[in-house]
């Protein structure tokens, strides 16, 4: 491309008006964004078919003619493509878009979390739509249009994808809201506090993006003067929430609106931001937390997902066998690309009419109750890795149910919500759960009884698992976790250096 066009693409972002975009998406039928979404299914089909020549090779060891996809109905019979069918099989350059590095003015890694590390190129055009994308999300729920506006980057710096495309993100969002300044300490917590409590004050308000834990570590920390001025903000994202930790954050900054005050982000390295929570989603996370029968209307399972809605300009979600499917228009493209999460799609009638059916009341009459906007375009689901849980005499125990019994008032005063996990066996191969858990600044390991901390751990469990509990007044003590502690920022647990592996 040539210079003239980024900055004609920069003067589009610079003249465009997010509420006058966000009031067109409150408005317009949902089927224009679903329709919306399938063009660009096929419109990158096309572009990897003709342009990738790891996906031209790939069609032709499946014996697919890209000549006969030319509807969304034809798209679904071609293969699904994943790590370890297309990713791994072909040199990077070979993945991208005319074989080369041309145009592709950024490159930046995974985090590994779910195995190794892979490179991701990125076009400076896609890179305008994400940062389109989380402007959208702070007008509509933080008004940074109205409010002068510290935007502070805890993502994870250096290589990584998120930390670098939020850094940008937040800087060009700045140029445009000349009351709006943008820091980015990375996930250095001793460097954020500094931070905020050395220039937050000439601030309306804070917004601080990270990931859960890190966040959760950093109110926790918040000098009373900031935390009692309630104008800290909070964006989620890197992995999901519970509603739990939601309503921890909540009182911790002393938030008056819950569905403007913390907002889940959902990104990944291959597909850049994805969406965003906005009010609704929230009330449907709260509302599905509470009627078992409306999440399971909703999502198919009595576990709530994190729902956010996503703009179909640049991907395309299906769910095939439970699993997310996403088709991603990118400088290294993905055609119904296998996530290996769980998860699904909905449209704004599904949630509106599964919600009338469950419930028994208007979900217009609740929203404006609420003052909650809702938006057409479409809703994705996930419930995260279907393989990322650790197992305990048959049951299955996820990172989001250890969390929650993590940020219970009875250990929040030793413990930060970091921890690794996994199933180990002792000398008899007898089968238990160790938890690593990363004790709070200044509380030393050997002040602390870990046998009682089990016990304790153990009970707020079984809160969040029915199957553990059930497992544990039968089993009693043979169940219990193992507790292993170790002093705040242990490198190898709990290193600065990305988001938390909560799986050993």
């Known amino acids: ?208 993006l990270g990931y859960p834990p890190s966040l959760k570590d950093l109110v926790d920390q918040l000098p009373k003067k900031i935390a009692q001025a309630q104008k800290i903000k909070v964006i989620a994202g890197g992995e999901s929430f519970s509603e739990s930790w939601r309503n921890y954050m909540i009182k911790k900054i002393g938030a008056k609106n819950a569905y403007k005050s913390i907002c889940s982000m959902l990104g990944s390295s291959e597909g850049g931001f994805v969406g965003a929570e906005y009010g609704l989603s929230v009330f449907i996370r709260e509302q599905s937390l509470r009627s078992p029968e409306l999440c399971m209307s909703l999502f198919g399972e009595r576990d709530l997902p994190t729902l956010v809605q996503y703009g179909p300009k640049s991907k395309y979600f299906e769910e095939v066998g439970s699993q997310l499917v996403t088709t991603d228009k990118g400088a290294l493209p993905l055609v119904r690309y296998d996530t290996k999460d769980r998860g699904g799609v909905l449209s704004q009638e599904d949630i509106f009419s599964r919600y009338q059916e469950v419930i028994g009341r208007s979900l217009d009459e609740e929203m404006k109750k609420k003052n909650i906007v809702a938006y057409s375009m479409p809703y994705v689901y996930l419930f995260g890795r279907a393989d990322y849980s650790a197992t305990l005499y048959g049951i299955t125990i996820s990172p989001e149910q250890v969390k929650d019994a993590l940020i219970s008032d009875r250990v929040n005063k030793l413990l930060t919500s970091r921890f690794n996990m996994r199933t180990v066996y002792d000398k008899s191969e007898n089968q238990n759960l160790e938890i690593v858990c990363e004790l709070r600044r200044g509380v030393q390991v050997d002040s602390v009884d870990a046998q009682s901390l089990a016990g304790i751990i153990s009970e707020e469990l079984a809160h969040f698992s029915t199957e553990y509990g059930k497992l544990l007044s039968t089993m009693k003590g043979r169940v219990l976790p193992i507790i292993k502690l170790k002093e705040y920022g242990d490198k190898q647990y709990f290193s600065s250096k990305n988001k938390q592996k909560y799986l050993g």
Do not use: H
């Open 1 to 208: 491309m040539e210079a003239k066009e980024y900055v004609e693409a920069l003067g589009v972002f610079f003249n465009s008006n997010a509420r006058e975009t966000n009031a067109m998406a409150s408005k317009a039928p949902s089927k224009v964004f679903f329709d919306m979404a399938e063009q660009t299914a096929l419109d990158t089909f096309k572009l990897a078919s003709s342009s990738v020549p790891a996906y031209k090779d790939f069609l032709k060891k499946n014996k697919i003619d890209a000549r006969k996809i030319n509807t969304i109905d034809d798209l679904k019979k071609v293969p699904l493509t994943s790590k370890e069918n297309y990713l791994s099989q072909y040199p990077l350059k070979d993945l991208l878009v005319n074989g080369d590095f041309n145009d592709k003015f950024a490159s930046t890694s995974s985090s590994g979390s779910s195995g190794k590390p892979f490179f991701w190129p990125r076009y400076f055009m896609r890179d305008i739509g994400v940062i389109a994308g989380i402007e959208s999300t702070l007008v509509d729920l933080f008004d940074i249009d109205k409010k002068s506006t510290l935007l502070v980057n805890c993502a994870g710096m250096g290589v990584w994808t998120a930390g670098d495309l939020v850094s940008f993100a937040f800087k060009v969002i700045a140029l445009k809201y000349k009351n709006a300044s943008s820091i980015s300490p990375g996930i250095d917590i001793d460097n954020t506090l500094w931070s905020i409590e050395t220039i937050g004050e000439s601030f309306e308000q804070i917004v601080i």
